[in-house]
């Protein structure tokens, strides 16, 4: 009865993996991975606001006027370009509503996408890669060191972390860098559920 | 409490008790009482078989959810909906702030309004403009009306719809059936009657002028509840034609207010709490004015504000205001008052100590209760102690260049019941409500066999119109208003209109047949006229941006005081709108007979001195604060 409680209520098996069909077969696999678009192309507000805001559908358009222009699995994208309204995505990385986070403060110090989404860059369909559970915000929160990265490597999925003492090093450097706050205001129930 | 204890204690006649039964002290009560957590077995809910009991079922039932739940979901699918086309400059998620102001009484508070992804959620002063700040260009200042005009425009109270009649109905009818009668008045406007809010906007007054030189025969009444009608009548008496005081409290050191409310009811009153505070610093602070302490001595009618802040307070008789006033003339010699005023001792006294050093960047500001005859005298000692362009400043007033409220809104009731009105067009306000009682405006107004109303409200004037038009509430159309000095500036809509509504402007617009109706254009077109043409929309947005526009304050007034003498202390000093408008009363009388239309009783009408005051107190609610409230 326990394990079945354990499995049935833990976010590692009901968010991750959660894949849900959305109203353009959009392929960041694709855009990201084989285009080389980089995240902040369409996701421009991911380091000025909390919300990492989705792309207008403008963005879409600044290409599809030229290309593709009468694929039918672009039909939805032309029809909210001209009629003005909005696409309707459905949202994936859902966090509760007693949960504040903030785009901004993670991917301007140091947290890079691949983090918290994984290799979006190699999906074709996007699914939660991560369970966004309070206990492994926290795994991080603890111990930012070994999850930061250079700033000019934010967007870089291939990017390793190093191994061994440098990795250490470079850690501390960067804690240091991008002014992490210690552990007790990292840890505080307030930071998060404000 | 055993039950014996609590037998004795009802038998002595308990002094407290939870509840009647408690009180009764029936044997279900007691048992009740003896349990801490009435309704839950305590014993059970503690023992560690029946938690574990609990925690199993707890545990199945939630796993069943994870098992069943379509796709192994934790949370109920959510949708996102960017835009189709971001709006120029729009983050979302990042408030932004916008400038636009407030009219009440046809006085313009300037804002700055935080937005929320395209919802006012904040008011707070414009930190740009000179009758909001109060720490200059960093800090602005909003009033409680200000601040809480949020909630109104969110009130699900508002009106939604266009209503004929108790039915709904649509802009589209009403739209159809008003043109064609307002059509057929069109280059005449006979037996068409406006009762109009006040309002100073350029845009609003352009609109105005062109509705009546559509319909040059309509009577334009303009009115409002609270107003500065003895202040205007003063100035008429003292410099033969009415000027807009500016008090400069940061300048002054000795401010003597008769009844002048300046730091809370004042329409000024952001900008003079701020100046006034400037001059307040102790001997201690590092600020400006270092030391320099104003002193405030303030003869009031009731508490006000700014009295519970005066150094020397004066409580007086409305009836007493004038003779303090008068004797202050006299002390300061203005020509053609002379010092024999009786005064009790309190008011000698005060009078005394007010006086002393006026001289010395004094200023003296009558309002409230105080009546024309005293405006004028606060006029000629001001001119006096050489206060006029330091401590205060005399401005033009277009704003009150029309009918005095009392005579228009008298003359239009008995229009009303002489049968003279065809239509009635009611902008704004509430008449039916605030009208002064002894004009009978609610039972006038049914005279007229087409009415009218545009209002953000259903309410008692509403319920007596034929047609109710909601109205559009400053935080959803556009306009423009000049502050208390004049000051231009736009009122920018923070988002659409909720229910439909349309602003004064764009209704008198649809009624006179304008080309153009629409509120933004309105005001781009009376703005494009005084603006840089050169440079495209350039200068407007910059207008916009700082919510006013430089230089157009009112220009200064070049008077000088023309009274020479001013009436005795001993009757008819009364404000016009505190003395229960009798006399209003009586002008209808007159009106009736002069005209052969005579009532029964207008001849005794004629000889009546009494007032309604009560009558009116108890319609109005005697609070003039609250009662602003409420119409707004």
Same mark, same amino acid.
């Given at each position: 009865m326990t394990t079945l409680f354990a499995l049935g209520a833990s976010p590692k098996t009901m968010a991750v993996g959660y894949a849900p069909t959305q109203p353009v077969p959009y392929s960041h696999a694709l855009h990201?991975?084989?285009?080389?678009?980089?995240?902040?192309?369409?996701?421009?507000t991911v380091e000025k606001t909390a919300f990492a805001s989705l792309p207008a559908t403008q963005t879409c358009m600044n290409c599809h006027t030229k290309i593709r222009t009468d694929s039918d699995l672009l039909k939805p994208v032309r029809d909210s370009w001209t009629t003005g309204e909005s696409i309707h995505w459905i949202k994936i990385h859902n966090l509760a509503n007693y949960v504040y986070f903030n785009h901004s403060a993670h991917v301007s110090h140091g947290v890079g996408c691949v983090e918290c989404h994984g290799r979006i860059d190699r999906m074709d369909i996007v699914f939660q890669a991560a369970p966004l559970s309070m206990g492994w915000c926290l795994d991080c929160h603890r111990a930012p060191e070994s999850h930061l990265r250079p700033k000019d490597q934010i967007t870089n999925m291939d990017w390793k972390h190093p191994e061994g003492p440098e990795a250490q090093e470079l850690g501390t450097q960067l804690k240091q860098q991008y002014q992490i706050h210690d552990t007790a205001y990292m840890t505080s129930c307030y930071t998060c559920h404000r | 409490m055993n039950h014996e204890q609590n037998q004795a204690a009802v038998a002595k006649?308990?002094?407290?008790?939870?509840s009647l039964a408690h009180l009764a002290d029936s044997p279900e009560m007691q048992e009740m009482i003896g349990k801490e957590f009435p309704g839950y077995d305590v014993d059970e809910m503690l023992s560690p078989a029946s938690r574990r009991s609990f925690l199993k079922f707890a545990g199945a039932s939630m796993a069943l959810a994870g098992l069943t739940l379509s796709g192994c979901r934790r949370w109920p699918e959510e949708k996102l909906a960017p835009y189709s086309t971001n709006p120029r400059g729009r983050i979302p998620g990042v408030p932004e702030q916008y400038a636009t102001a407030m009219e009440v009484g046809g006085v313009a508070q300037p804002l700055l309004v935080t937005s929320y992804d395209g919802r006012p959620i904040k008011i707070e002063g414009n930190p740009s403009h000179p009758f909001s700040w109060t720490v200059k260009e960093k800090l602005g200042s909003a009033d409680a009306f200000a601040q809480a005009s949020i909630l109104e425009m969110y009130d699900p109270h508002r009106s939604r719809t266009v209503m004929l009649d108790g039915k709904e109905s649509s802009w589209d009818a009403f739209a159809a059936i008003a043109q064609k009668q307002f059509s057929a008045l069109r280059g005449n406007g006979d037996g068409l009657a406006v009762v109009s809010e006040a309002f100073s906007g350029p845009s609003a007054v352009e609109l105005k002028r062109r509705f009546v030189a559509a319909f040059p025969k309509a009577n334009w009444v303009e009115y409002e509840p609270i107003n500065r009608e003895a202040e205007i009548e003063g100035a008429k008496l003292a410099f033969g034609k009415p000027v807009r005081t500016v008090l400069h409290l940061d300048k002054a050191s000795h401010v003597l207010l008769l009844d002048a409310d300046v730091l809370y009811s004042h329409p000024a009153h952001v900008k003079y709490a701020a100046d006034w505070s400037e001059r307040r610093r102790s001997a201690d602070s590092e600020e400006m004015h270092r030391g320099e302490m104003s002193r405030v001595f303030m003869a009031e009618t009731g508490l006000s504000v700014t009295g519970s802040v005066a150094d020397v307070r004066l409580p007086v008789d409305p009836a007493r205001l004038y003779a303090v006033t008068r004797a202050i003339a006299g002390k300061v010699g203005v020509a053609g008052v002379s010092g024999d005023e009786k005064l009790s001792a309190a008011e000698e006294k005060f009078v005394a100590a007010a006086v002393t050093d006026l001289k010395d960047n004094g200023v003296v500001a009558g309002g409230g209760a105080l009546s024309p005859a005293g405006h004028a005298l606060v006029h000629a000692i001001n001119e006096k102690i050489g206060a006029?362009?330091?401590t205060v400043t005399l401005h033009e007033d277009p704003t009150a260049d029309r009918p005095g409220y009392a005579k228009a809104m008298g003359d239009l009731v008995v229009d009303l019941n002489a049968g003279k009105v065809s239509m009635l067009l009611i902008l704004g306000g509430n008449p039916a409500y605030?009208? @002064?009682? $002894?004009?009978?405006f609610d039972e006038a107004i049914k005279k007229a066999p087409i009415r009218i109303r545009l209002g953000l409200y259903e309410d008692e004037t509403s319920a007596l119109c034929n047609w109710h038009l909601p109205r559009a509430h400053y935080l959803e159309s556009w306009g423009d208003a000049r502050a208390w000095d004049g000051t231009e500036g736009i009122v920018q809509p923070l988002i659409m209109p909720l229910y439909d509504g349309k602003s004064i402007t764009e209704l008198l617009a649809l009624l006179a047949g304008e080309k153009v109706t629409d509120g933004h254009e309105i005001v781009v077109r009376t703005w494009g006229e005084q603006? @840089?043409? $050169?440079?495209?929309?350039l200068p407007l947005r910059k207008v916009i941006e700082a919510g006013l526009m430089e230089d157009t304050a009112y220009p200064a007034a070049n008077v000088t005081v023309q009274a020479s003498s001013y009436p005795a202390s001993t009757e008819g000093h009364l404000h016009p709108l505190r003395c229960g408008f009798a006399h209003v009363r009586r002008a209808i009388c007159q009106q009736r007979l002069a005209s052969g239309?005579?009532?029964?009783?207008d001849q005794a009408g004629l000889g009546q001195r009494g007032s309604d005051f009560q009558e009116r107190c108890r319609r109005l609610g005697s609070d003039d604060r609250r009662h602003h409230q409420d119409r707004r």
């Open positions: 990201a991975g084989k285009l080389g678009i980089d995240c902040r192309y369409c996701h421009n | 006649g308990a002094s407290y008790w939870r006029v362009g330091k605030d009208a @002064p009682a $002894d004009l009978k603006l @840089p043409k $050169d440079a495209g929309d239309n005579a009532r029964p009783d």
